[in-house]
């Protein structure tokens, strides 16, 4: 064992390496002893501080009051706090570390160029929360009088021969879907979208959506499409996978409109620690990747640091939103995914979507079922519909009516089983976001009023919601968005009472 004069020796020397090390270097450092008392400060403190600091004093003094508060519950082994000098103007991001057996604490400063870029990813997130807050707000308003007016020119078109007033009632349609489309873009950006995800391949889909792909594209870009085989899978809703690769490829479309190539490419990546990257880190895991890549004229750094903000663009002359690449981080974010840009001026862009893997379902085989006739009397097709907006209710009432169903409508979830008494139902339709009794709920009740389990539901909405999520794993249960085509609400009703009867 070594004797105790030879251990105070060696650690009065390992002090004196320390604290030669701290003083030499040009991080802002302070070392203080357990109870906060200044033990050393190195000179680039003394200059950040902008004014003297006197060895002894209790280190809260160089602070303002206003930051004392702050820097008494902070916990800042990891994470950095904002504070101010009382002889400096501008805050300073500080953290703080322990030494180990009780050697005392060390206070680092930040460089000016990590605290500004940790402060525009704070106001950048603050500014996609309040989005996705204002999105979340008014869409479920706005999608009902979507459908509304989407419903009542479908409506217009079937009922009319006049051939300039079928074209009226289409271009009605188109602008419908063109608001109903922004209300997706800001809910996806938002990350508030209803999502329905399901295992799929991926090269699969890619296959499918080439396609509609090359018919974006004019002659003079050349579109590449490199699939691994064999394919892999991922978890994600197919539509806004769809939707997210749809707005990459518009967007280098855009980039080389007078000629070039695009290439659509899926993969596979395996990172045993974090792989860094921009706009995201990607966490150590297995995935599957889809890039997209063109021979464009690239983006300089200051154009990358800004080009996923909501309402920023550079194609505003064409009609540009802001909202594509906002839109694409919003959409692979919430499907647990991660999304990394690569691109330098002169050398084109690629987008990489990173998704855990999973692994394809085994084939089910499709279940035959064998229905006894009873020989009885084919029952009416009756349909309970539940939906607050008057001008919805009466409009989707009159369609289902024309398509042959008795509709029992109410405008609540208590009105509607005051109503079961009058007929057998075989559906229920109901808007989820209701007053009072949400539309889940209401068909729980209903089959258990009913007694029957298994009764078809369609559950409309005009935006996500926890609730909505619980009940889309049921399925009897659909899930239409809103806006809906009034085509699309009756294709639905007939599947799903056509496979329950």
Known sequence: MRRPDILRTSRRADNKLLVWLLTSLAIPIAMLD????????????????????????????????????????????????????????????????????????????DDGAEFTRLQAAEAHSQRLQAVGQLAAGIAHDFNNVLTAILGAADMIAERSDDE??????????????????????????????????????????????????????????????????PGRAVRVDGNQLDRALVNLVINARDAIASGGRICLATGHATFLEVHQAQPDPVPAGRYVTISVDDDGPGMDATLKARIFEPF????????????????????VRQSEGFLTLRSAPNEGTSFTLYFPRHELPEPVLASVA???????????????????????????????????????????????????????????????????????????????????????????SGYADVRLRSHTTDTANQFLGKPYKMSDLAHHLDRLTQAGA
Do not use: Y
């Open 370 to 460: 064998v229905v006894a006739d009873s020989g009885g009397p084919v029952g009416e097709r009756c349909v309970l519909l539940v939906e607050d907006e008057d001008l919805l209710r009466h409009l989707v009432t009159a369609m289902l009516v024309r398509r042959g169903w008795r509709v029992l409508a109410a405008d609540c979830a208590e009105a509607a089983l005051a109503m079961l008494e009058h007929g057998p139902i075989r559906a229920v339709v109901s808007d989820m976001m209701m007053p009072g009794m949400d539309g889940g709920a209401l068909v729980l009740a209903v089959r258990a009023k009913l007694n029957q389990p298994q009764l078809p539901a369609i559950l409309v």
């Open 312 to 331: 920023f663009t550079t194609k505003r002359d064409i009609g540009g939103t802001g909202l594509g690449l906002a839109t694409v981080l919003g959409i």
């Open 34 to 109: 357990d109870t906060g008392r200044v033990l050393m400060i190195n000179a680039a403190w003394q200059v950040r501080a902008g004014g003297p600091v006197t060895i002894g004093d209790d280190a809260l003094e160089m602070f303002a009051t206003e930051s004392h508060a702050q820097i008494r519950k902070a916990q800042m082994d990891h994470h950095g706090v904002s504070v101010r000098f009382v002889h400096a103007a501008d805050p300073v991001l500080m953290r703080r570390m322990h030494l180990p057996d009780g050697g005392g604490i060390l206070l680092l400063i």
């Open 164 to 229: 300039q007033t079928c074209a009226d009632a289409a271009i009605i349609r188109s602008s419908g879907e063109r608001g109903a489309d922004m209300v997706r873009q800001l809910l996806a950006l938002g990350r508030q979208q209803t999502l329905l995800p399901q295992v799929i391949g991926v090269s699969k889909a890619m296959t499918s959506l080439a396609e509609m792909l090359r018919r974006l594209l004019p002659t003079s870009i050349a579109f590449d499409l490199m699939l691994e085989t």
